[in-house]
């Protein structure tokens, strides 16, 4: 006979991983954008990091240097990341018992 207990816990951590899967799916579908120099760069990124297209204002190529483009992509890039790492852990924590518990994840996300 099946302990009720032992069956109780298979079936929250079945849920658990469905709801997991869904967030994980959710977040792949997402685009994020990321800026610097006030709007003037912008880089769109999928929830899973995957960059999907940078843009820039033609004033950028006009009138400034191959470093300062090259730093304004970097920050742009840096910036989307960022909320790509917020939106995931935002996503995990809520598809997870640990939301309930009022617990974050570990910064590895």
Same mark, same amino acid.
């Given at each position: 006979? %099946?302990?009720?207990?032992? !069956?109780?816990? @298979? !079936? @929250? $951590?079945?849920?658990?991983?469905? @709801? ?5 799916? =959710?977040?792949? %579908?997402?685009?994020?954008? /990321?800026? !610097?120099?006030? /709007? ?8 899973? /990091?995957? $960059? %999907?297209?940078?843009?820039? =204002? ?7 240097? &191959? =470093?300062?483009? =090259? ?11 960022? &909320?790509? !790492? @917020?939106?995931? %852990? ?20």
């Amino acid at each position: 006979m %099946r302990n009720p207990l032992q !069956s109780l816990i @298979q !079936s @929250q $951590v079945a849920a658990f991983q469905t @709801q997991l899967v869904e967030a994980l799916d =959710e977040l792949s %579908r997402m685009e994020l954008e /990321g800026s !610097s120099g006030g /709007g003037a760069v912008k880089v769109l990124m999928t929830g899973g /990091g995957e $960059v %999907r297209r940078v843009t820039l =204002e033609p004033a950028v190529l006009e009138n400034a240097d &191959k =470093e300062l483009v =090259e730093d304004l992509v970097t920050a742009a890039m840096r910036d989307a990341l960022t &909320k790509v !790492s @917020q939106t995931k %852990r935002e996503k995990i924590v809520s598809a997870t018992p640990l939301a309930g518990m009022g617990m974050d994840l570990p910064d590895i996300f």
